[in-house]
T-cell receptor, first 113, second 110 residues
Framework: AQSVTQLDSHVSVSEGTPVLLRCNYSSSYSPSLFWYVQHPNKGLQLLLKYTSAATLVKGINGFEAEFKKSETSFHLTKPSAHMSDAAEYFCVVSPRSGRQLTFGSGTQLTVLP | DTEVTQTPKHLVMGMTNKKSLKCEQHMGHRAMYWYKQKAKKPPELMFV???????INESVPSRFSPECPNSSLLNLHLHALQPEDSALYLC?????????FGSGTRLTVV
């Protein structure tokens, strides 16, 4: 079984300040972990993914996430927020060998000017 | 080609209409998926096709009928829908742990 908890439903930051979106997972096997972003009325875009290599994963648009097995966390960070980062973010877990994605409930990121 | 293409982008249909959503990928992915997403919610899995055979049906009402004519195409046939079926319908494909989502079809049932 697997589950994902996104600890914040809404996060608000000022432009140019750091972003932290928190995600904890539960899995009975070695998981693959993903962060997806969804802009209004758009599909899902992959930001980054962890499969089994380096625990610090770098993604697109300056985002990165660190896989911490001891804390069962996969938090998403960005050093400096941009207005275009305002969107819904989903943390997702799947079995490394399987095809079932389990989505977190999402975090709405607002970037203030 | 690294995309999943969905058509149409928008669809308005009456409750007595029959329509179809189309999804296409040319990445050689052998697993394809339909998801339904309501506003402010995560996507919910509807169907999974693996090697063109239906492998998972998440108790979806029969007014939704999936079809996988070949390894590149996935259709979702719609008939006698209800207003609560209005949502964004997302198609995805995958190979190993690499998933790609389409941009979705925004469906409105009137």
């Amino acid at each position: 079984a697997q589950s994902v908890t996104q600890l914040d439903s809404h996060v608000s930051v000022s432009e140019g300040t750091p972003v932290l979106l928190r995600c904890n997972y539960s899995s009975s096997y070695s998981p693959s972990l993903f962060w997806y972003v969804q802009h209004p009325n758009k599909g899902l875009q992959l930001l980054l993914k962890y499969t089994s290599a380096a625990t610090l994963v770098k993604g697109i648009n300056g985002f990165e996430a660190e896989f911490k097995k001891s804390e069962t966390s996969f938090h998403l960070t960005k050093p400096s927020a941009h207005m275009s980062d305002a969107a819904e973010y989903f943390c997702v877990v799947s079995p490394r060998s399987g095809r079932q994605l389990t989505f977190g409930s999402g975090t709405q990121l607002t970037v203030l000017p | 080609d690294t995309e999943v293409t969905q058509t149409p982008k928008h669809l308005v249909m009456g409750m007595t209409n029959k329509k179809s959503l189309k999804c296409e990928q040319h990445m050689g992915h052998r697993a394809m998926y339909w998801y339904k997403q309501k506003a402010k919610k995560p996507p919910e899995l509807m169907f999974v096709y693996s090697y063109e055979k239906l492998s998972i049906n998440e108790s979806v009402p029969s007014r939704f009928s999936p079809e996988c004519p070949n390894s590149s195409l996935l259709n979702l046939h719609l008939h006698a829908l209800q207003p609560e079926d209005s949502a964004l319908y997302l198609c995805a494909s995958s190979r190993d742990s690499g998933y790609t989502f389409g941009s979705g079809t925004r469906l409105t049932v009137v």
